[in-house]
């Protein structure tokens, strides 16, 4: 079938069947599922928020996952207000010992580089001591605390228990999907391994919003090495691969400009009989990803019409198609 628009090729059943949805990955036989590790505090990026109310302030904590992949935070995660001076004071608050919070049934799984955020309230009195708070300490169970500034300091009573400091939300909040619009596609330089040449597509987060991405995209190799023109489809379909290993796949979160990658693999013609393989050259992709089209990009190389001689790995952070 020939088709061909604005660069990138239109979605077609009868090229790449069904696309991935987001969130979802095709498997290749059965996935080992895989307990996800605690989260340490360390391993995110975070920042503050601080509105002060009548009675008292408001402190938003943001924390953005720097580890990969999922981690699962822990309600044990202590929070206590810290002096401009290093010292800690008042009462540790966590969601082990706050009651009557709506917060996620756990485990709460924190998908890598996504954020969760901790609302924290303090009330004021007439009988407390006041002290002058700049940082939040929290401490994942088992780990050294994680320093927090505050976006401005605040006055925390420190007398009484934790009526005084109390934990009133936490959420997993995750960003839409990324969109065929926001994404750009480019092919990464190749590497050579046990008679298989890999490629590693690269998705770009070319918007201005960060989004999400996951899965296992589909690709078929076309006819054609210039864009808005017609493509023929060489061979079949690129089988998927690593569905069932950790960190391939799974659900990422793109600030603008970042990057992921599926590593697209080649195997040599020459590994098969020719009459097994039929070899044809190919001089495109037709990579289809979250459910909303296709990209063409030019990519030059030699498939068998046969069987399928080439495959692809699901998502992975970065540029080489390599979980890290």
Not at 80 to 92: E, I, L, P, T
Not at 129 to 140: D, E, L
Not at 237 to 251: F, L
Not at 265 to 289: D, K, M, R, Y
Request: aromatic share 8%; net charge neutral; with cysteine.
């Amino acid at each position: 079938m020939n088709f061909s628009f604005g660069g990138r090729i239109v979605a077609v059943a009868t090229l790449v069947g069904s696309l991935l949805l987001v969130g979802n990955v095709s498997s290749v036989g059965a996935a080992t599922a895989v307990t996800p590790p605690r989260c340490n505090a360390l391993h995110f990026d975070a920042n503050s928020s601080v509105t002060t109310r009548p009675g008292g302030a408001d402190v938003r904590l943001i924390f953005t996952s720097t580890y990969f992949p999922t981690c699962n935070w822990s309600g044990a995660t202590t929070y206590q207000f810290v002096a401009s001076s290093g010292v800690a004071f008042g009462s540790k608050v966590s969601l082990a010992t706050t009651k009557g919070l709506a917060v996620p049934a756990q485990p709460w799984d924190v998908n890598d580089t996504y954020q969760v955020v901790q609302n924290i309230q303090t009330e004021e009195g007439v009988l407390c001591t006041q002290r002058q708070a700049a940082a939040v300490a929290v401490t994942s169970p088992g780990s050294a605390p994680h320093l927090v500034k505050l976006s401005k300091s605040l006055s925390v009573c420190v007398n009484g228990p934790t009526k005084w400091t109390s934990l009133s939300s936490l959420s997993f909040p995750k960003p839409s999907a990324c969109t065929t619009t926001s994404l750009k596609l480019t092919v990464g330089q190749s590497d050579g391994t046990a008679g298989t040449i890999f490629y590693p597509l690269i998705f770009t987060n070319d918007g201005t919003s960060a989004c999400s991405v996951s899965g296992t995209p589909d690709v078929q190799p076309v006819t054609g090495s210039l864009a808005n023109v017609a493509h023929i489809l060489v061979g079949p379909q690129a089988t998927q691969r690593d569905t069932g290993s950790q960190g391939y796949g799974e659900s990422i979160r793109l600030a603008p400009g970042a990057t992921s990658s599926a590593a697209f693999g080649v195997v040599e013609t020459g590994n098969f009989t020719p009459s097994q393989c039929v070899a044809a050259n190919f001089e495109s992709l037709s990579v289809g990803f979250l459910g909303s089209g296709n990209w063409w990009v030019p990519l030059a190389s030699t498939t068998c019409t046969k069987l399928a001689s080439t495959n692809i790995s699901g998502i992975v952070p970065g540029t080489t198609g390599i979980a890290p």
